[in-house]
């Protein structure tokens, strides 16, 4: 994961591994992440698609939902300008449908105090 230096690429990787924290995700979860990939970082299909294959891949070489949230999340963290939660928050509520199972709801609490620390500090 330290080589991750795109902010973007780290909240989409985020965005994946959220969506498998509960079970894998279903037809409707992937197309959700697309849209909203594409909505809110402005991406054409092809670069976002691009963009949630190598996310995809990632996840996979963490080896779980679980562990890609704290290793990526962490790798966020340190590349964060300060602005990473405020663009994160949104974008993994909105793959949550409002709400959150206890797994999800801790792993945005976690998310958030690693990245508004670094923000603080």
Avoid: H, N, Y
Avoid at 7 to 17: E, F, I, N
Avoid at 35 to 44: A, H, I, N
């Amino acid at each position: 994961m330290e080589g991750i230096d795109d902010p973007v690429l780290a909240m989409v990787t985020l965005g994946c591994a959220f969506t498998e924290l509960d079970d894998l995700p279903t037809r409707d979860d992937r197309t959700r992440l697309l849209v909203e990939t594409r909505r809110r970082w402005r991406l054409g299909e092809e670069e976002a698609d691009e963009m949630l294959s190598f996310a995809r891949w990632l996840v996979a070489q963490c080896g779980s939902g679980q562990a890609a949230m704290g290793r990526v999340g962490r790798r966020l963290a340190r590349i964060d300008d300060g602005t990473a939660w405020r663009d994160l928050q949104p974008f993994l509520q909105s793959l949550g449908e409002g709400q959150l199972s206890e797994t999800r709801q801790e792993a945005l609490d976690d998310l958030q105090r690693k990245l508004t620390r670094s923000a603080r500090a």
